[in-house]
């Protein structure tokens, strides 16, 4: 990550929504969760490329609500850093469980919180149908359940 900063937000300083949509579809949706979250950003010298909110569920579990990278920045292993340093900052904050939700159609995010360590524990079912005011699709198929993943931190 030598290239790369990772820093968190300072409260009062303005949200990256421009990189939150990229991972969330409205303004409405990400301000459910993000006036509760901790945000951090990743930089590659002036710019912002990646965002990571995490927000605690309980004293024992944190959750991925938001991450993205920009588009020009995919597929080169950022994602997993955003990852790595989620369940850094879980393990330094004393959770057991880091968490994350995603889509049912989301197959290629599925697998990549599963290659990261994640495991299915459940599922949200019409979640994308009651708090979207729009049907969302994706790979073709319209978004309804979210599928709960977690990942158990080693003490």
């Known amino acids: 990550m030598e290239k790369f900063t990772f820093r968190k937000l300072d ?3 303005d949200i990256p929504y421009k990189l939150l949509l990229l991972a969330d579809e409205t303004v409405e949706a990400i301000d459910r969760y993000i006036f509760d979250s901790v945000i951090y950003i990743l930089n590659d010298g002036a710019d912002d490329i990646a ?5 605690s ?7 991925i609500k938001n991450i993205a990278v920009a ?4 597929n080169q292993g950022i994602g997993s850093i955003l990852i790595n340093k989620s369940k850094e900052i879980a393990t330094e904050s004393g959770y057991k469980v880091l968490s994350v939700g995603t889509s049912d159609t989301g197959f290629q995010q599925i697998r990549f919180y599963e290659k990261n360590g994640f495991i299915k524990k459940g599922i949200r ?9 729009f049907p969302i699709y994706e790979n073709g198929l319209q978004m309804r359940d979210m599928i709960i993943l977690a990942h158990h931190l080693s003490e």
Do not use: C
């Open 11 to 13: 409260p009062g300083s």
């Open 71 to 74: 588009e020009s920045y995919r």
């Open 57 to 63: 569920n309980s004293e024992t579990e944190l959750e």
């Open 51 to 55: 965002v990571l909110a995490l927000y």
């Open 125 to 133: 079912k019409d979640f994308f149908t009651e708090n979207y005011p």
